[in-house]
């Protein structure tokens, strides 16, 4: 196992590049199950989950070529096992986007249950209800789920919860059914839209996504196409919070900015300079930083894939901070590394109060998931001295070599291979 050690106290500057974003890439392939044609997804970020999800469909039947541009060939699965194996799915739950696709495009699927994960239970019953209500039928059994239809039908469903997944495993299933599906309580995500854009062009009748409700007319087939994934919001929000905690003027390059006006909004708030330019978002970190509360909501609010990122940034902060993590039930598991740091948190149930500023020093400390993660390497590039952050291979889950994005902003980062356990 890696581990990245960081010398810190250096003020960032110059540009970085936003590359393409992993919640958007995912479900993206998992929709080139639903074509008779190859799709070419272009701008695709080079991280371990996408590999992932490559290898996933690879034992579908796919034939997968390339990483950076990345072509897609389905012509082997209807000849393949149309399963979801629990090895793949234990190392990345979003492997069960595989099962609107399958389900629609080939009339049955079988799909390891995804079992729990460190920031959350995570269950996927809207996923199976959605699904259910465009007819499936669904056996659980032996820690797997089968899911059948001859043909899926368009149908009225509501979401009990606001789910991401969900919604792009259902408006994936739908967009092959027979007759119209109408689904209300979706997710907005830009990811959620990113996917109708991607379907519609394949072919699809999606109307409403980004709104609470969606319409789908069915269509009969679907075919492949050439595609480039929209910059990543949340790796944009992470670089941004390194620059505002690092006194820092960072130029974030096709930072998609209409995806992130939550996060430009509480880095004004804490006293950092947010400006559109023509090649991107220009971030400025202020002297000294003012204390945020903040709720994590689904989009249009406040990402909770940002929530222990901007934590960092409250640690840093004048004044007391409070943050409520509103959508995963665990995903406080970066707190007590950060409180190993120097910082000052007390956690009481799903509100965590951060008193500032802290100085931060360096120590040894150890990465429990892929945005917790991010948050001990921000902490690290503020901490006085030396900080070892051990278990990367969470950060190279949704970031592509960080260590080699932050170093040309003056970052002091370094890998070592098979020296973090
Ligand atoms: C997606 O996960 C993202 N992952 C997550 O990003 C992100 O945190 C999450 O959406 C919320 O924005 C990908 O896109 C690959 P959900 P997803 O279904 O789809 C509950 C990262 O850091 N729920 O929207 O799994 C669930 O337990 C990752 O990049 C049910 O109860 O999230 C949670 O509390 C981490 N039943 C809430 O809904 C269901 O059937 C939101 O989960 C489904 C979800």
Not at 355 to 381: E, W
């Amino acid at each position: 196992m890696d581990k990245i050690v960081i010398h810190g106290g250096q003020r960032l500057r110059g540009e970085i590049r936003i590359l393409g974003a992993k919640n958007a890439a995912l479900p993206i392939q998992c929709a080139a199950l639903l074509t008779a044609s190859p799709t070419t997804l272009r701008h695709v970020p080079r991280l371990s989950d996408v590999k992932t999800m490559s290898e996933l469909l690879a034992g579908l039947g796919c034939a997968v070529e390339g990483d950076r541009t990345l072509v897609i060939d389905p012509a082997g699965v209807a000849a393949g096992p149309l399963e979801a194996p629990y090895e793949l799915v234990k190392t990345m739950r979003a492997s069960v986007t595989v099962m609107g696709p399958l389900l629609a495009a080939y009339g049955r699927c079988r799909v390891s249950l995804p079992g729990g994960c460190a920031i959350g239970a995570r269950p996927i019953d809207q996923h199976l209800r959605g699904l259910e209500a465009l007819g499936a039928k669904i056996k659980l059994a032996h820690g797997y789920v089968d899911l059948k239809a001859k043909r899926l039908k368009g149908a009225v469903f509501t979401f009990d919860v606001v789910t991401v997944g969900g919604t792009q495993n259902v408006m994936m299933a739908a967009a092959l059914a027979k007759g119209t599906t109408r689904l209300e309580n979706v997710a907005r995500e830009p990811e959620v839209q990113e996917l109708a854009v991607v379907l519609n062009k394949m072919g699809a009748k999606i109307h409403g996504a980004g709104t609470s409700a969606m319409e789908i007319e069915g269509v009969d087939t679907l075919h492949g196409i050439d595609h480039a994934i929209l910059p990543d919001r949340i790796e944009a929000g992470t670089f941004m919070v390194a620059a505002a905690i690092s006194q820092g003027d960072v130029l974030l390059e096709h930072a998609p900015v209409d995806h992130l006006h939550a996060v430009i909004a509480k880095l004004e708030e804490a006293g950092a300079r947010c400006l559109v330019e023509p090649r991107g978002l220009r971030v400025i970190g202020p002297e000294a930083l003012k204390p945020i509360d903040i709720v994590t909501r689904p989009h249009p609010g406040f990402p909770t894939d940002m929530q222990a990122q901007i934590m960092v940034l409250a640690a840093m902060a004048d004044g007391a901070s409070v943050i409520r993590e509103t959508i995963f039930e665990n995903r406080f598991m970066h707190v007590p590394e950060l409180v190993r740091l120097g910082a000052n948190i007390v956690v009481s149930g799903n509100t965590a109060v951060v008193r500032g500023p802290a100085t931060l020093s360096g120590t040894i400390v150890m990465a429990t998931d892929l945005r917790a993660s991010a948050s001990l390497v921000l902490a690290g590039l503020v901490a006085e001295g030396t900080t070892e952050v051990r278990r990367v291979y969470h950060i190279d889950r949704g970031y592509e070599t960080i260590e080699d994005r932050l170093r040309p902003l003056g970052a002091r980062m370094t890998r070592y291979h098979g020296a973090g356990g």
